[in-house]
């Protein structure tokens, strides 16, 4: 098998020179056709267990070092799979890149493998005659500059994810591979994750599971640990990479109890037995956000506790995570669900999955005291007005953005306000905001999206399987709460055109946007913590590091004067350029004709620009419309 896949890509590569080679106008070699030898997966149980065993020491050098083995029940071609398209990041990210020094044996012989020529992901190999089992090595090896990819492995502490240590073989639902897992982390070091382990020294021997439940239970581990109990089914377990970032207060850890005890409330059910925040506090490894079924890895830079009063944005990251337990782990798309990890996901209900949980970790977070709720209504209004000065609108839709984990993989893009990313996101929630203010209005405020939230996935408590959805399932499931044609609503909202983002349901429930002069604490801290000075809604622009222009919106003054992401401004007029001098010029232009002149640079050549600007320094607010609590108000306050 392996000398026929070596001939045939062999021969793929013969024809494409030879394709190359022919004069215009003549005939061309007809292509090799493509045959998938990978065998598709059945949900059949698989024969055996396989023994996964991972040396995570290294943390020097940032190498895993794993030994892997296969059961196998007869002789003949096998294929063996790297993980490629991993839950919760909607795309083939599997970082098989990263996989090397592969070995594979079988009766102590070392067996050729073969990378298939279109899946770079699976590994072809012919089991001899008399082999029950395959014992193969390999490394995984970790980003050690951000250039590379996230890192994942520091002097103190790791992140460990099943997925990128280990290979399954093709042909089985992954749920129907038994596997145990083993690790041996660096002495003196405490891991955590939701797989129980036996604990002998430094080495930790996980209950054995299946392969999806194995991949879905990612580890954090590390050198400086607490762990504090939010109810008797949660535990928030913190590593640092200095023992000082462990100071939690008293308050804080309580605001984190109130944001378990509220999700519970909102949700009525719980899918999981016991449930751990993996919370990272490091610049040792990459920060992440990612949902798994009972765990969330969550990485945030230092200061989480002790800075806490600057880490606003920061605190949106749990509530988000802990909402997708029940948005996109329990309930899931019924396309994005996939027997294993190498079937293509479709990501057309990205706009339930993200766009509800963005909503509700706002809201969580706002219900919890996690953030105050003045701070949540600074950063409603920062989303909303982002997505509605965003020109994409009018040429692509919405839903076609829950393509974009597969076009782009989240590699920057020039022109975001013009190309659009991922904004099932945060439209998602402005769509799921009108739904709460259209189901108060037209039941007189008897009905609410906390309805939605109980009957959608307050179902089946303690179980922590999926159970999938449509839209027809969404658009019923609100039909049932109040009766109007929500699938007919829906689509509008996902395949609009329309130039202004969908903000009416604020304003339905008692807030309106505005802007005034005068940024908010939240609005200043974004731009701290991104060392920007945002200028979106005064001119259309971001200053990052060194004066480098990071964004400009499309069609804005900015735009129109010639500005790109990339080019430095020098100086403002006669002067040398800083975000001070930029405020103040634009603050004075609002009483002049004149426009903004700057000198800007990109690469070696100078030129001059002007920015026909005059609406002066503009930040966005949220403004209540009439007295008394409005529907946002009652959305936002503690169960």
Do not use: C
Request: proline share 6%.
């Amino acid at each position: 098998m392996i000398a026929r896949l070596l001939a045939a890509t062999l021969l793929a590569s013969t024809a494409a020179a030879a394709l190359a080679q022919v004069p215009q106008g003549n005939t061309a070699p007809q292509p090799v056709p493509i045959v998938d030898t990978i065998p598709s997966a059945v949900d059949t149980p698989y024969p055996g267990t396989i023994q996964l065993d991972v040396d995570a020491t290294d943390t020097e050098r940032g190498i895993f070092r794993v030994t892997e083995t296969i059961p196998v029940a007869k002789a003949g071609h096998m294929v063996l799979l790297f993980p490629k398209w991993l839950p919760g990041n909607h795309s083939p990210t599997g970082q098989v890149e990263k996989l090397a020094g592969l070995v594979i044996k079988a009766n102590g012989k070392t067996l050729p493998w073969t990378r298939d020529p279109v899946d770079v992901f699976a590994f072809h190999i012919d089991v001899p005659e008399g082999a029950r089992r395959l014992d193969t090595t390999f490394q995984f090896i970790s980003a050690t500059q951000a250039n590379q990819g996230s890192i994942v492995m520091g002097p103190s502490i790791l992140r460990l994810q099943p997925n990128s240590v280990s290979l399954y073989p093709a042909g089985y639902f992954t749920r129907q591979i038994p596997i145990q897992m083993t690790v041996k982390y660096p002495a003196g070091w405490t891991a955590s994750g939701a797989v129980p382990a036996k604990v002998a020294g430094a080495t930790y021997t996980y209950d054995k599971t299946n392969y999806e439940i194995l991949v879905d239970s990612p580890i954090i581990a590390g050198r400086y640990f607490k762990r504090w109990p939010l109810s008797p089914r949660v535990n928030l377990d913190v590593y640092a990479d200095t023992p000082d970032q462990l100071a939690a207060t008293p308050a804080q850890i309580d605001a984190h109890k109130r944001l378990v005890d509220q999700a519970v409330k909102t949700f009525g059910a719980q899918h999981y037995d016991n449930y751990t925040f993996l919370l990272g506090i490091s610049d040792q490894i990459g920060g992440i956000g990612l949902e798994h079924h009972r765990s969330s890895e969550d990485g945030v830079r230092p200061g989480y506790f002790t800075e806490w009063d600057q880490q606003i944005g920061a605190r949106n990251l749990l509530p988000h995570e802990y909402t997708h337990s029940w948005d996109g782990k329990f309930r899931r798309g019924a396309d994005l669900w996939t027997p294993d990890f190498r079937t293509p996901m479709r990501n057309s209900l990205l706009w339930v999955y993200e766009g509800q949980t963005q909503f509700w970790g706002y809201v969580l977070q706002a219900r919890s005291g996690l953030v105050s709720k003045q701070d949540t209504l600074d950063q409603y209004a920062g989303i909303m007005a982002l997505y509605d000065s965003q020109p994409a609108r009018q040429w692509r839709d919405l839903v076609d953005t829950t393509n974009d984990p597969i076009i782009s993989r989240r590699a920057p893009k020039g022109w975001t306000s013009w190309q659009r990313s991922e904004d099932y996101y945060n439209e998602g929630l402005l769509v799921w905001m009108d739904v709460d203010s259209m189901l108060r209005q037209m039941s007189g405020g008897r009905k609410s999206i906390d309805d939605f939230a109980k009957a959608f996935f307050g179902v089946r408590d303690g179980d922590w399987g999926e159970l999938t959805y449509t839209l027809d399932d969404v658009a019923s499931t609100l039909n049932g709460i109040q009766p109007y044609d929500w699938k007919a609503y829906l689509v509008k909202r996902l395949t609009e055109h329309a130039a202004g983002a969908p903000i009416d349901g604020f304003a339905r429930n008692g807030y309106k946007l505005v802007y005034t002069d005068q940024p908010t604490n939240v609005f200043k801290q974004g731009e701290k913590t991104r060392k920007i000075a945002d200028f979106t809604y005064s001119g259309g622009f971001v200053v990052g590091k060194d004066a480098e222009i990071s964004s400009v919106t499309w069609d804005s003054p900015a735009f129109k004067a010639g500005l790109d992401v990339g080019t430095t401004i020098v100086s403002i007029g006669d002067t040398a350029y800083s975000d001070d001098r930029m405020k103040a010029a634009i603050n004075a232009a609002k009483t002049s004709k004149e426009p903004i002149r700057l000198t800007v640079k990109n690469g070696d050549r100078y030129r001059q620009v002007a920015i026909d600007y005059h609406n002066g320094l503009r930040y966005p607010h949220l403004q209540k419309v009439g007295t008394g609590e409005t529907g946002l108000d009652r959305l936002l306050a503690p169960r």
